[in-house]
């Protein structure tokens, strides 16, 4: 039987709309997760729930223990994860407020525990890692978006930066020449993690402000927060007409 999570991000720190039913803390192999995981029920779909930077955002992007984070969900019996990602805006179908679906990633970041795969105890593999997204997942979240009319950017590159500062414009230019779209800094090593461990995995990243340079306006936390809960809205609407996974 099929299990959703939905990872979330900054500025879901707790998910709208969802009915608890229990809430654990787990304890893995690779220390304690970001907060506990917690079961229950989304628009009538049985969800678990995971905040990626903890209770009231505390956890910073390069201290995410994302080994302890994907494994709990694995112990939960979570098959399938949805991950959201507030991101900056590079390239122009990516502008403040959109909903963006990356197909591809480059990963920019250094230090972070990346891998179950750490030859402690002679286990060394390496994964194909050619699609980072699972891709009937992806279709599943672009039928959503058609049959409920939200507007969303169905492919893109999602560039992974360290943080827990903000790119400057040169970073960014770099970037646009690298053939990034959306920048942001909590995508790896989640996916690849996720593919390590089975689980299927697709990132929607919420465009909440224009990368450094890219902006005509002073990027302000209240725009930031007023193109989240724009996103965010529409981000619940797709979940919200997202077929069963278990058909």
Known sequence: ????????????????????????????????????????????????????????????PHKINYRANVWALKETGVTDVMAFAAVGG???????????????????????????????????????????????????????SKACGISLVEKGVYGVTQGP??????????????????????????ASLAREAGLNYVCLAMVVNAAAGRSPVEITMDLILENLKVASDSALELIRHMKDLNE
């Open 165 to 190: 500062r903000l790119e400057t414009p040169a970073e960014i230019n770099r970037m646009e020449k690298d053939g990034v779209d959306v920048v942001g800094m909590t995508g790896m090593p989640e």
């Open 90 to 144: 590079i390239t122009e179908p990516c502008q403040s407020g959109a909903l963006v679906l990356p197909d591809q990633l480059i990963d920019y970041t250094w230090g972070r525990e990346s891998t179950y795969y750490d030859g402690s105890g002679g286990n060394v593999e390496h994964i194909d890692f050619s699609e980072p997204y699972t891709e009937w997942l992806r279709s599943m979240v672009i039928e959503s």
């Open 1 to 60: 039987m099929r299990k959703l999570a939905i990872i979330g991000g900054s500025g879901f720190g707790k998910l709208p709309g969802f009915d608890l039913e229990s809430a654990h803390q787990f304890e893995t192999p690779y220390g304690s997760p970001s907060g506990e995981i917690k079961t229950g029920h989304l628009f009538g779909r049985d969800i678990v729930f995971l905040p990626r930077h903890g209770e009231g955002h505390t956890i910073p």
